[in-house]
């Protein structure tokens, strides 16, 4: 079974994306910061894929790959442009998508991970 970690700030949009993900029967876990987020790793939790926004309470979401985490990550964001798109690609997220995420952007991503 796929399991996914959502890290969002705002409550509203990680029970959405969460719900949108259970509909498609991927387990996942939600939390609101990175901090919780590298905790959970650091705990030995795997994920199969992590949806992260950029800007979240604690620390900034682009700096999570820097703990080692290897698993296929979805940056998502309500800011567009260029901007927001390399610096996320250059954080080492896989994929950049703009809020909000739909089945259109995210059943390639599950397909692609052998969902």
């Not at 719900?19 to 029967?25: C, F, N, T």
């Not at 979805?74 to 567009?80: D, K, W």
């Amino acid at each position: 079974m796929m399991i996914t970690l959502v890290v969002d700030g705002i409550m509203t949009h990680r029970v959405l994306v969460q719900g949108l993900l259970r509909s498609y029967g991927v387990q996942t876990l939600g939390v609101d910061n990175d901090r919780d987020a590298v905790d959970l790793i650091a705990f030995g939790v795997k994920f199969d894929l992590i949806i992260i926004e950029k800007i979240l309470p604690v620390l900034n979401g682009l700096d999570i790959r820097e703990i080692g985490v290897r698993c296929k990550m979805l940056g998502v964001t309500a800011c567009s442009g260029e901007n927001e798109s390399q610096a996320f690609l250059a954080a080492g997220v896989d994929v950049f998508i703009e809020k909000p995420l739909d089945p259109e952007h995210l059943v390639p991503i599950l397909r692609e991970l052998d969902w």
